[in-house]
């Protein structure tokens, strides 16, 4: 299995506490696919240049995965994945993400890539919520605004996650009350699992 970091804020400390996980000395190349939460919004893309020159100044080629791309668009996403050994997939509306990677086939890639041992997978604020084997934590922050029914999650860690937690105080007792595992993450925290 591969390693999964979990943080809710790309901040400049959370990426500095972060690099030695991301990028392990044992690769020989890194190359870091970066997914933003909807491939098709201006919005979501305003943490590009940054991961790219975080990418660089690490000594990794950097490539851009476009989830909104649908049939044969999505399968050259699909390989850009798969000969990556870092990917991150940032936040924003988590429905709309999930939404996207069940559409262009992109949840199963992920799924394969996380199998890998070799592979780091991390995830902020609504990328990490799709990790975990449900988003309904996304309630609390995201507007369901694609009438998503199913929130089963991509499963790849093991407990609900909830980032930006340092609000959510009697939500995270609520959910661990009701006997659910969770990952809590301030806005300052991180999880390597």
């Given at each position: 299995?591969?390693?999964?970091?979990?943080?809710?804020?790309?901040?400049?400390?959370?990426?500095?506490?972060?690099?030695?996980?991301?990028?392990?000395?044992?690769?020989?190349?890194?190359?870091?696919?970066?997914?933003?939460?909807?491939?098709?919004?201006?919005?979501?893309?305003?943490f590009v240049d940054e991961w790219k020159q975080y990418a660089e100044a690490n000594n990794a080629d950097f490539v851009e995965i476009n989830n909104s791309l649908r049939g044969e668009l999505a399968e050259e996403e699909k390989q850009k994945i798969t000969k990556a050994n870092i990917l991150i997939i940032t936040g924003g509306n988590t429905f709309k993400l999930l939404k996207h990677l069940r559409e262009s086939g992109l949840d199963e890639t992920v799924e394969e890539f996380a199998q890998k041992e070799e592979n780091v997978i991390g995830g902020f604020s609504a990328g990490a919520i799709v990790l975990s084997p449900s988003i309904k934590t996304a309630t609390q922050e995201d507007n369901n605004e694609v009438h998503l029914i199913d929130f089963t999650g991509l499963n790849i860690v093991p407990f609900l996650v909830v980032p930006h937690a340092d609000t959510k105080e009697e939500?995270?007792?609520?959910?661990?009350?009701?006997?659910?595992?969770?990952?809590a993450l301030n806005n300052d925290e991180f999880e390597v699992v």
């Open positions: 299995m591969s390693r999964k970091i979990l943080f809710s804020v790309p901040s400049q400390q959370i990426k500095d506490q972060i690099r030695t996980y991301l990028f392990p000395i044992t690769q020989q190349k890194n190359i870091l696919a970066y997914m933003a939460s909807d491939g098709s919004d201006e919005s979501s893309k305003k939500y995270v007792k609520e959910l661990e009350n009701n006997g659910e595992e969770v990952c």
